[in-house]
């Protein structure tokens, strides 16, 4: 769901304070009038949730003074300046200082709201970038993306814990749609350069001669080259399986002039080879038994059992959160066929099956089932998966059913006693059975 942004609108003057507030607050916006500058910069932090717009003239501290001060705190916050006719070149000097645009007076009310539009766009896409950022540096919010209680799961977060912490080169192996990137910034975030750079990039994106520029320099535009970006960090080669036998050569030179630990971290991800071949194929000898040494090949969805239900639903409930309706409710045969499906685009398609579920569901029509047979007829065979015994899916099921009632109920056991049926100590024990802690849903 988009992030409200506010904009911040300081004038000494009253009137124009008022008349730009109820205009913008008229196109949609959410705003906050000041004063002063002294009184907005009480308010306007770093990762200030919005734009501001500002007089230049002003009593006191005026714009320009202001602007700098804002500037100083958060470089990447839009500063709209409202100017005299007379102050056009000390706003182009603003503009200089890091303004986001201005306004000579008298100005077009529509023109303001363009300015406002395109400011709170780059604010957002600013904000979201930080989080990322924030997030990709955050090892334990990391590993709370790898859901799931199967023992494949629990396995790789341990196996995760100990590579990471262990700081050698890994190598990371899966089908598409498993989540290897994800995996490669956990490794980062969790190991001892959690606070370093991460730099990646995709083998298979550039030509030979492109990628070793990029890779090793030049780089012909005056960047510097990735080895060297990522010093004392980590690089994340993606589709590792895409670079030459020359490439190949060029980086295990690099790998072999480093000490141990590596003074850069390589994390390489083989995303696709040929079905008759593995990556110790497709990579020469040497550099495979030197990044291979400690190896990550994440599990297919099919194998993660009633994992697939859990995150169905738990990625069911936030688009429906995000489209603003109803997540569906699985049935029983839904629920079976969830599990039995061959899931050839793994998580990745596990995502996109969740979101259409919702969108269905808004509209009142369509079946889980439906968008699972489209998807599997449109990927073409897939690979088949074994029956499970009647008694697994009852389990599954049922754990599935209560975990989405707690859920609704936001932890009411009353609430959920009610609607499916059972006494407290029935459903207690049901919820100690597998793992539901009512703490979780508070």
Known sequence: MARTMKVAIVDDEADMRQSISQWLALSGFDTETYGSAE??????????????????RMP???????????????????????TGHGDVPMAVEAMRVGAFDFLEKPFNPDRMTELAKKATQARRQTLDNRALRRELSDGSSLMKKLIGQSAVM?????????????????????????????????????????????????????????????LFGPTGDGTIPLVEEARGGTLCLEDIEALSGALQARLLTVINEQGVPPETRIIAICNEHAPDKTIEDVLRPDLYYRIGAM???????????????????????EFAGEYGCEAPQVTAQEAAQLLQAPWPGNVRQLVNIAERAVLQNRRGSGSIASLL??????????????????????????RMLIDNTMRRHKGSIVAVMEELCLPRRTLNEKMAKYGLTRSDYV
């Open 39 to 56: 009184d907005a910069l009480k308010a306007i932090g770093p990762d200030f949730p919005g734009v501001v717009v500002s007089d230049i």
């Open 154 to 214: 629990e396995r790789l977060r341990e196996d995760i814990l100990d590579l990471g912490q262990a700081d050698g080169l890994v190598l990371i192996d899966g089908e598409t749609g498993t989540g290897k990137t994800l995996v490669a910034h956990a490794l980062h975030a969790v190991g001892p350069r959690a606070g370093r750079k991460f730099v990646t990039i995709s083998c298979a994106a550039w030509s030979e001669d492109q990628l070793t520029a990029r």
């Open 295 to 317: 190896k990550i090949t994440l599990p297919p969805l099919r194998s993660r059992g009633e994992d697939i239900l859990a995150m169905f639903t738990r990625l069911a409930e």
């Open 373 to 398: 047979m489209a998807d599997n007829e449109t990927a073409g065979p897939a690979m088949t998966t074994e029956g499970k015994p009647l008694k697994e899916y009852v389990e599954t099921f049922e």
């Open 60 to 82: 006191g501290m005026d714009g320009i003074a202001f602007l700098r001060k804002l500037m100083g705190q958060d470089s990447g916050l839009p500063v709209i300046l409202i």
